[in-house]
């Protein structure tokens, strides 16, 4: 959805998580300082519906910004100003394991087909934002 209001050039979009609510608070505030159509993305874990611990639910949103299934940025009209980066990368594997609607995907015989296919989609993502630091 981000991706889409970005291509139709909405004035502020921007994506947060629960994981970090200073960030959270700093762009509902500049969306709200701003004219025309806004649009914030907020990752918020389903605890009951994901089959995760509650308790989990704020380390879940870091995981899934840390491994770059979810990326946290800020675009304004259309233009990406600017990017959470990656502290410590993490594999997808370590978003997915903790949550039992993903349990079918590692049982006796683990689904590594699908596994690979969203760490391609979380690796593209750190890519096309620039969510990792540049190696000197």
């Known amino acids: ?7 139709h050039e909405i004035p ?3 994506t947060a998580t629960v994981a970090d609510l200073h960030d959270l608070e ?6 709200m300082s701003m ?3 806004r649009y914030i993305h907020i990752f918020v874990p389903c605890p009951l ?3 995760a611990a509650s308790h989990d639910t704020i ?6 910004t840390e491994c770059g299934f979810f990326p946290v940025f800020e675009a304004e009209r259309g233009e990406v100003t600017g990017v959470s980066k990656i502290r410590r990368q993490v594999p997808i594997d370590d978003y997915l394991r903790p949550q039992k609607r993903f349990a079918h995907l590692f049982g006796k015989q683990p689904d ?10 979380a690796d593209r993502n750190i890519r096309r934002y620039g ?3 540049q190696e000197s």
Do not use: S
């Not at 959805?1 to 291509?7: C, G, V």
């Not at 700093?26 to 969306?31: S, W």
């Open 131 to 133: 969510l990792l630091e």
């Open 112 to 121: 590594t087909v699908t596994i690979a296919r969203l760490q391609a989609i």
């Open 59 to 64: 380390k879940l949103a870091r995981l899934a």
């Open 12 to 14: 502020y979009v921007a």
């Open 1 to 7: 959805m981000p991706r889409l209001a970005m291509a």
């Open 35 to 37: 004219r025309g159509a």
């Open 49 to 51: 519906g994901w089959g």
């Open 26 to 31: 700093y762009k509902v505030k500049k969306a």
